[in-house]
């Protein structure tokens, strides 16, 4: 077990670093949306699917 952490050592770090990447945009995007926040950046003003984001 150990030979094979030692072999596979940096594809295991970097497939964290990755997750921990993922995570932080996931928490940030659901962050933004709880806040009301546009995630397409463009506004609502101007966006094709204005009536479906913002349903009441």
Do not use: P, Y
Request: some cysteine; hydrophobic content about 50%.
């Amino acid at each position: 077990m150990l030979v094979w952490l030692e072999a596979n050592i940096a594809t295991i770090l970097i497939g964290f670093a990755l997750a921990a990447v993922v995570a932080l945009a996931v928490r940030k995007l659901v962050h933004d949306m709880r806040a009301g926040r546009s995630a397409c950046g463009c506004g609502c003003q101007n966006c094709a699917a204005r009536g479906e984001c913002h349903k009441k």
